[in-house]
Structures are given as structure tokens and as C-alpha cells.
């Protein structure tokens, strides 16, 4: 390829840096027009034939050529840093070799990497052909070892798998209509099978009008302070989370073709499956598409976590998925930390501590991915949908592997934190149980009655909002009127009073024909002083709910503060608006210290430190029924609440070591098994395709390198004190007896047909640090 097309006017201004080819051995040669071209051409075609090392630009008479070494450097630079650009990589390339930057080279170097990976692709799609890996799904039924390798002879859990899954809108795609220039058509599509197409996902594009009753709340229902109660539980969490509220409101600006992914993890945070966001926010088609993905591949008993699983447990069991679900025994839970800013009875339904067989997983899986994906937006916002694509297939590649290798420390880290759990709150529990008087049945009755308690719990009756509406309506009446100290200035202010009193008399009057009274209510009788009553109950938890909602603000930002990936402006944002929060929250606290005192019997004031304990917000659900007190019940008192907070822990703890004690086999097992699969791939491939059995030979070494980490870490595991589980091999569910990929039998290992291989095989559990 000549430059001077490309170049134009830009020749003249380096030139002379052009006259002479780089020294050393090259990244990149560059044409010029000239003699030096010829040089460059004979050059590059004589490193062809000779080494093999580099990549031309163009299928016939490239005048570039990319190192192999390079585009591989650039790769793994890429999947360990997402940020950094392909222009970026060209601006260090030429500073290296001295040559003037040219933004021509950035679109050159972008095609040979894509073929490049191409490549790539090409020698990964025959590896998992030779290894037996290319059926349908297989990536998917095999993406977590510890999860999904099962074994036989292991007790069956409550839960078979744990999977989260969410939305996020960083990697959106501008859409090429708003972008300078003529967009190119690109026919490539996604190489992997992350990716469940559009067309599926909007086969359940009108299933939520179907999840939807007529008595089902809505955004419009919850939109002001007046019109909340507090027992509308599913309409607290619908306007907390935008995601929750009607679909016709999530919607997307026209700028983006895409608004972002879906994405589908195991525990350990492998992605499983995920889908494109088209034109649109986080509509329940996407999660519907995915659970229909997840009862396709897996098995029975799948735990879902999910932000507003509350909500859309409702929505999946009135889609079409719904009996399948249920024939499944599919659930869904809410995320740990994003539970916190559901209301108490939803809380006490779907937050992990809670939730039988959820162990102390904490399901926020997907904000920890987002956290690093989010780096890919810079580069992927004004790509081709294939390059965005290719983009976001390397790092979910990349990012499962590096899950894979820290699988021994995810491990024993929850191990060790499961044991440190059972032995602090089961000393701390004991130590309130002598205090309290409880016992661990009393904490399994207390949770029982929390949640009769809040399923009991009726909204306002019709005909008592009524009445309560229309006593507000005659204290507004009140304050409308004449006064003594307005007689002065009745001449200037006669209009607007006497139009404030009109319009107050006619809603009051409104009222009265609407409840059929006879006779209006006066200050003093009954009816009136009944009215006052509950109307205070009413601002009570009007205000309650305000000092509620500014403190769940104030803990999201302050961890948003936290996060890495900030910038500076949206740093000073969120500061600003923390400052401008407490100073909030300082006044909703008076407002309700004053509500409350006006109650009868008196409601509990809160302090400032009283507001910033409640870091769990289950303390203000408590406090929410005016009508009763509920300070009398063992389950509302906070010693009892942390009571019960230890019993739970510790219950949860158990049930983490319980599934651990599965994973830790399985994990063994599948770094034994992927050793024998390779080595038979190795001999069966050596003489029909030395090429791939040395590309399998590459690999199969650095496997086993990653193996001996993962397996020394489950030896320390095993180490701990406490530890009850078994660091042994089995075999896998549905492997026959012949089969060579099988864990160790008694008759002997399979694929050791000789000293040599026994020799292999010894040296590979020597470098596990384990002895066979």
C-alpha cells in the first residue's frame, strides 16, 4: 500500500524521518514513495519467507506489516487494561521506532488486528474441536467448575446454582446516523456464544403487559410523599428502583443504537450469558431472556439474584416462562447491599440473610464486573457494532479466565470468613442469649412473626382515607378563613382570602356529598377528633418515609464516592450533594422528632446518631405503624434485632461451608480431568497436526501452571482449622466408564498407559502440592 494517497499533503512534513528504515528488529515497516519503498517491499517479503513473525495490512503487496509479537502484546495490554486505545498503542509504537505519528496507521493496525484475532479465533475454534468442547452450549455448561462440575455421590444442595445478573448502561454504541461521514457497512457478526440475539429477547417483549394486573402499583401511585402508606410494599420498591416502574418509561436517548448489556454470572463471577440493550432502558424483556436462557442449560433449584428480584419474581411467574419456573423451582433473591433500600417486608422475603440456602453469597457479582468493563466504553462507544462486539467478547473472555484462576482464593477466602462468622457471632449470640433470655428457636419465631406481622398490615381502608381527607380539608377551611388579625387588613386582602376561602369551601363541600354527610364535622366532636388523629399518624409516616429515602440517598452516594473510575466533576457532584444531604436529613429529623411527639401514645425520637446507626434501614420499617405500637414485640427491639442478625449469620456461614465442601472436589476434579484432556488431545493430534499439538502443548502447559496455584490454595483450605469437607477427586455426572477424561478409578488413571505418562502425571500432582 503507498501512503502518499493516504498522507496527502502530510509527506512533505515527514519525510526525511521516512528516508531510513528503523533499526533493530522491526514492529512495523512503513512505504514511502521512493526508492525506500522498494527497500521496505524486499525486506518485508524476505522476513516472510524467512520468519514468519509478521502481519501485512493488505491480502496482496502489503506496504505494512505488524509483528505478531506486537498485536499479542497489545491484546493482553488490552484485556488487562481496557482503556488502553488502539491509537494509544500506535502513539507509543512510533515514539519507539522515532517515526512521525500518522492517524492512517491507527485504521491500519486496526484491520490487522482484526485478522489477527480472526486468527486467534480460527486456532480456538480446532482446540475445542480435537478436546471435544464445540457441542451446543458447552461453554455454558462448563463455565464454573466449582459450580457446575458436578460429581456423583455428592448430597444435593438446596440451591444447584447461584447466578446474578443486571443491567448496566456504560457500554452504550452511538448510532451511526449521528456520527460525520458514510457509515460502512460491516456484515460480521459476534464469534462467541455469549450473546442471545435480539430476535429472542424480543419474543418476551410483551410479556410484562401480561405480569401487569389492574391492581398492581405504578410509578403514577407512588409519586408523591401524601400518596405513600406505609404498608405498599411492592410500590416503595417500585419508585426506589426506576427499573421497577412502568416500562413505557424506560426509554433511551435517540443518540444510541445501543444502550448497553445485560449480563448473566455465576458466584464466582463467570459470565454465562448476556444480551445487547437495543434503543431502550432495562426492560423486563432482557432478565426474561436470560432466565429462559438459564432453564434451558441448567437444572432444577437455580437461585437468582437480581436488583428488584421482588418485583420481578412477580413478572416471571405471570410471563410465559412462569410454569417452567415454577416446575424448576427457580427463585429469585435481591442482591445484599441493594436489598438494603428495599422496604422491611420485602427485606425479611428475599435478602440473603434470610433466605434459606443462600450461604453468604452477596450476589453483587455484576457490580464488580461493571467495574472494570466500564473501562471499554472509551473505546467502544463510536465503534462498528462487530468491533464493540469483538471489544466486549476479549474481555468477558479474559475476565472468565482470571475468575477461573482466582477460584482457589474466592475459595478459601469464603472459608475462612465462613469459620471466623461461626466462631465471633455464635460467642456473640450466646453472650445476648444470656442477656435476652432467647434461644435459636426464639429467633426463628421472631422472624416468623415479623413477617405475619408486615403481610397483615392493610393500606388505609377507602372510607377512612376518605375521612381523613376530608378533615384536611376543613382545617385548610379553617385556616382559609377570617381571623381577628386579619380584620386590619381585610380591605387589601379581601380577594385572595375570600377566593382561598371559596375554593376551600367548595373541596370541603365536594367531600361532604361524597360521604353523604348530613351535618358538617365541627372541632370538638368525635368524627373530627378521630380525623385529626389518624391525619397526624398519616404526616408521621409522611415524614418517616422522607427521612427514609434521604438516608438511603446519602449511603448510595457515599459509596459511589468510594468507587475507583471516578472523575473529578462527578467526585465534586456527589460532594456537593452530600453536604446539601445532611443538611436535608438534619430537617427531615426535626420534622419527624415533631410528628412524633405529636402522637398519642408519643412515638421514639431519633437522634442524628440514632439516623446514621441504621445503616441496615430495617430500624425504620419498625417505626412505620402509627396505629400500633409495635416497641412491644420481642422482633422490633434492636438487642433482639441483632439477635437474630447472629443467628442468621451463623446460619448462612453453615450453609456456605456446606456448599464449599462441594465445590472443592469439584474444582480438584475438573483441574485432574482438563490435564488428562489435554494430553490425550496432545498424542492424538501429534502426527496428523503437529502444529496444533504444539499450540495444545502451549497450552496445556500454562494450564497446568494455573492448576498448581488453584490446587495449592485448596490445600491451604484444607488446612484450616475447622475445615470439614475432602480434598479428593471423583467423577463427573453423565461420564461413561470408558470415557478417558474421567478422575481417578480404582483399576488405575485414565490416559496412563505407560511409565512415561505415570511420570507425567506424578510431576503434575507434585506441582499441585498434593500427593497422589
Known amino acids: 500500500m503507498n501512503l502518499d494517497g493516504g498522507a496527502g499533503e502530510e509527506d512533505e512534513e515527514y519525510e526525511a524521518g521516512m528516508q531510513t528504515i528503523p533499526p533493530g528488529e522491526e514492529a512495523m515497516f512503513m512505504s514511502h514513495a521512493g526508492g525506500e519503498d522498494e527497500l521496505c517491499r524486499s525486506l518485508f517479503e524476505e522476513n516472510m519467507a524467512t520468519h514468519k513473525r509478521y502481519l501485512g495490512t493488505a491480502p496482496r503487496q502489503p506496504s505494512v506489516a505488524v509483528s505478531f509479537q506486537v498485536l499479542e502484546a497489545y491484546r493482553q495490554y488490552h484485556r488487562v487494561c481496557p482503556r488502553l486505545s488502539i491509537q494509544a498503542h500506535v502513539h507509543a509504537l512510533c515514539y519507539l521506532h522515532k517515526v512521525p505519528y500518522w492517524k492512517g496507521f491507527v485504521e491500519q493496525f486496526s484491520h490487522t488486528y482484526d485478522v489477527y484475532l480472526s486468527i486467534l479465533h480460527g486456532i480456538d475454534t480446532r482446540v475445542r474441536t480435537v478436546l471435544q468442547q464445540d457441542s451446543a452450549d458447552w461453554r455454558m455448561q462448563n463455565a464454573c467448575a466449582p459450580c457446575l462440575y458436578t460429581l456423583e455421590g455428592e448430597h444435593r444442595l438446596q440451591h444447584s446454582l447461584l447466578v446474578t ?324 387588613r381585610i380591605r387589601t386582602r379581601s380577594r385572595t382570602t375570600f377566593a382561598r376561602y371559596k375554593l376551600a369551601e367548595e373541596e370541603a363541600l365536594r367531600m361532604e356529598e361524597d360521604l353523604g354527610l348530613a351535618q358538617r364535622w365541627l372541632p370538638g366532636t368525635a368524627e373530627y377528633t378521630d380525623g385529626v388523629r389518624e391525619l397526624c399518624y398519616r404526616k408521621y409516616r409522611c415524614a418517616l418515609d422522607h427521612l427514609e429515602r434521604l438516608v438511603i440517598q446519602r449511603m448510595f452516594e457515599l459509596t459511589k464516592l468510594g468507587m475507583s473510575g471516578i472523575g473529578y466533576k462527578m467526585r465534586e457532584k456527589i460532594g456537593k450533594a452530600l453536604k446539601s444531604r445532611a443538611e436535608a436529613i438534619r430537617k427531615a429529623l426535626e420534622e419527624y422528632n415533631r410528628c412524633a411527639s405529636a402522637l398519642r401514645p408519643q412515638r421514639p425520637t431519633l437522634s442524628w446518631n440514632d439516623v446514621m446507626e441504621m445503616a441496615s434501614l430495617a430500624e425504620f420499617d419498625v417505626l412505620r405503624d402509627a396505629r400500633e405500637d409495635v416497641r412491644e414485640f420481642p422482633w422490633a427491639q434492636r438487642l433482639h434485632r441483632q439477635a437474630m442478625g447472629f443467628h442468621f449469620n451463623v446460619i448462612r456461614a453453615r450453609e456456605e461451608i456446606e456448599r464449599l465442601n462441594l465445590e472443592i472436589p469439584r474444582l480438584f476434579t475438573a483441574l485432574i480431568d482438563r490435564h488428562v484432556d489435554m494430553k490425550n488431545a496432545i498424542a492424538s493430534t501429534q502426527e496428523i497436526n503437529p502444529a496444533l499439538a504444539h499450540e495444545l502443548r502451549l497450552r496445556w502447559e500454562y494450564d497446568d501452571k494455573i492448576s498448581a496455584r488453584i490446587a495449592a490454595r485448596l490445600y491451604e483450605t484444607s488446612q484450616l482449622l475447622g475445615f470439614t469437607g475432602v480434598l479428593a477427586a471423583g467423577k463427573r455426572v453423565g461420564q461413561g466408564d470408558g470415557d478417558e477424561s474421567s478422575g481417578p478409578q480404582e483399576e488405575g488413571l485414565p490416559g496412563v498407559e505407560n511409565e512415561q505418562d505415570a511420570e507425567h502425571l506424578v510431576d503434575f500432582f507434585d506441582r499441585l502440592g498434593v500427593v497422589a
Open 165 to 488: 445478573m443486571d443491567g448496566n448502561q456504560s457500554l452504550k454504541l452511538v448510532d451511526s446516523a449521528f456520527r460525520a461521514g458514510t457509515p460502512l457497512a460491516d456484515p460480521r457478526r459476534a464469534r462467541t456464544d455469549f450473546w442471545i440475539p435480539p430476535e429472542v429477547v424480543d419474543q418476551f417483549k410483551d410479556e410484562v403487559g401480561k405480569a401487569k394486573g389492574a391492581g398492581d402499583a405504578t410509578l403514577e401511585d407512588v409519586a408523591t410523599d401524601e400518596s405513600l402508606s406505609p404498608e405498599e410494599a411492592a410500590s416503595v420498591c417500585v419508585e426506589r428502583w426506576r427499573i421497577a416502574g412502568p416500562e413505557a418509561r424506560k426509554k433511551m436517548f435517540a443518540l444510541f443504537a445501543v444502550s448497553g448489556v445485560f449480563v448473566c454470572l455465576c458466584r464466582h463471577g463467570h459470565i454465562l450469558v448476556m444480551c445487547d440493550m437495543i434503543r431502550s432502558g432495562e426492560l423486563m424483556k432482557y432478565p426474561l431472556a436470560i432466565i429462559n436462557k438459564l432453564l434451558e442449560v441448567y437444572g432444577p433449584d437455580v437461585l437468582v439474584g437480581y436488583d428488584i428480584g421482588c418485583e420481578f419474581s412477580k413478572t416471571l411467574e405471570r410471563s410465559c416462562l412462569g410454569m417452567r419456573a415454577q416446575e424448576k423451582g427457580l427463585k429469585c433473591i435481591v442482591p445484599a447491599f441493594h436489598g438494603h433500600s428495599h422496604n422491611r417486608g420485602c427485606q425479611v422475603q428475599f435478602l440473603p440473610l434470610y433466605f434459606s440456602g443462600a450461604g453468604k453469597e452477596d450476589f453483587e457479582g455484576c457490580e464488580r464486573l461493571f467495574s472494570e468493563s466500564n473501562a471499554l466504553a472509551s473505546g467502544t462507544r463510536l465503534a462498528t457494532p462487530f468491533h464493540r462486539h469483538q471489544a466486549i467478547e476479549q474481555f468477558a473472555t479474559f475476565w472468565s479466565y482470571q475468575k477461573h484462576a482466582e477460584s482457589g482464593n474466592f475459595i478459601y477466602d469464603n472459608y475462612k470468613q465462613a469459620l471466623g462468622i461461626i466462631a465471633s457471632d455464635t460467642e456473640a449470640f450466646n453472650a445476648l442469649a444470656n442477656t435476652l433470655g432467647v434461644t435459636h428457636d426464639d429467633c426463628e419465631r421472631y422472624l416468623r412473626e415479623e413477617r405475619e406481622y408486615l403481610a397483615k398490615r392493610k393500606s388505609e381502608p377507602p372510607e377512612i382515607a376518605a375521612k381523613i381527607d376530608y378533615v384536611a380539608a376543613l382545617i385548610h377551611l379553617e385556616k382559609a378563613g377570617y381571623r381577628k388579625a386579619e380584620i386590619t
